[in-house]
């Protein structure tokens, strides 16, 4: 390698260019390190196995806590307003308790408090509920396909706050044939 010192001219000094070689060389090294990591993680990626299982029906209680987590459309509208066109992922969540009536974060935790102390009052306390726990109250939600996650999250920890042990998902059965 070999440095230049200025020009033809009587005076030297320095070439103040910049060498790219180096950056050259280091730009073709990560290339190649890209080129051969990122189909090595595609590869594993796509040979995950998920555990597939069957689903048990549970036992429906009129005590169990019914919620339907949505997100308004991309025109602002919710499920049961005309002209709804579907859930939007980037639509503001929207939650129905027991599957009708819309609530906010701040009723669904007070809403949901307020039924399951009730319960626990109806039934004897809450050391009677730990003597029979299939007396204990369950959350099913029924989420949208389009509802993000933040909706769902945002739902689960709204009513496990309240004291609800236990939240379930609510699911269409798949179709075995196809």
Known sequence: MAIST???GGEERPMSDINTTPLVDVMLVLLII????VPVAIQQIQKLKIP???SIESKDKV??????VSTSDEGGRSAGDPGFTGASRGGECRVYFNNITPVTS???RDMAFKRLDQIVKREGGAEALRANPEKVPQVHIRGDVNA???????AI??????GY??????????DPNG
């Open 6 to 8: 200025g020009g033809a």
């Open 52 to 54: 597939i299982m069957e």
């Open 148 to 154: 993000p996650w933040r909706c769902i999250a945002g």
């Open 63 to 68: 005590e169990n806590l019914l919620l339907t």
């Open 34 to 37: 890209f080129l051969i990591a």
């Open 106 to 108: 701040d009723e669904l």
């Open 165 to 174: 042990p236990t939240v379930g998902f609510i699911t269409n059965k798949v």
């Open 157 to 162: 920890y709204n009513v496990q706050i309240s």
